[in-house]
């Protein structure tokens, strides 16, 4: 295999595995990307070869890993990110991502909606960079639906909220979360058997509600 090869999508999605972006990928391709990331060192530039490397979108897969570059390049490339985030989202989804229903720390987690739910977020994230705040909300709001156990997915429609609305909105917004039936703390055994206590929601919740309010 040559890492002069224009397009080869395996390739970038080994390369984007091993900066760290949970996907599956061949590992037939791991020490090519392993030479590809000595040679180019610089992050920024690593993630633009990944790109590179898909060429002209053609199937989901192609779509997601673009897009899932776009959005760890940040802000200099919000508008690619939503380009190719509204692309994918358009499409069935890549069919080689996990689509299970596991049980994890006592929640149950839809793996597809799962990564469904991230891509919204990604799309939502540049959309609010570049202050399209009622488009951002929307899908914010979309990701929280797919990922209710997300107190994260909460927490960022709610900064949405108060940028729109104000404080005690984005403040009421969260009270109204404390319904939600992942903010009561969830007993679970690990995979020793100790019982183990998965609160995260409510500690996630609790402390913005603190921050926005002792805001000013």
Not at 38 to 58: F, T, V
Not at 172 to 177: G, H, N, T, V, Y
Not at 193 to 212: C, E, M, P, S, T
């Amino acid at each position: 295999m040559s890492i002069l090869k224009k397009e080869n999508a395996d390739l970038a999605a080994a390369l984007f595995s091993l900066l760290g972006e949970a996907i599956p990928h061949r590992r037939a391709f791991e020490e090519e990307a392993k030479r590809l990331i000595h040679q180019i060192r610089d992050r920024e530039k690593i993630l633009l070869k990944i790109i590179e490397l898909c060429g002209e979108p053609k199937t989901p897969k192609h779509l997601y890993l673009i897009e899932k570059a776009y959005s760890w390049l940040g802000k200099k490339y919000y508008n690619e990110t939503i380009k190719y985030a509204g692309e994918y989202l358009r499409t069935a989804s890549w069919n080689e991502l996990p689509n299970r229903i596991k049980v994890e720390n006592g929640i149950t987690v839809n793996y597809a909606s799962a990564q469904r739910a991230s891509v919204l977020v990604d799309l939502a994230k540049a959309q609010e960079g570049l202050g399209h705040l009622d488009a951002a909300l929307l899908n914010f709001m979309e990701a929280y639906r797919l990922a209710p156990y997300s107190a994260m997915n909460a927490i960022k429609v709610a900064d949405v909220i108060a940028k729109k609305h104000g404080r005690e909105e984005a403040l009421l917004f969260l009270k109204q979360q404390k319904e939600s039936q992942y903010y009561v703390p969830v007993q679970y055994k690990d995979l020793q058997g100790n019982v183990r206590k998965n609160d995260l929601f409510k500690q996630l919740l609790d402390a913005h509600i603190l921050k926005l309010q002792q805001s000013t």
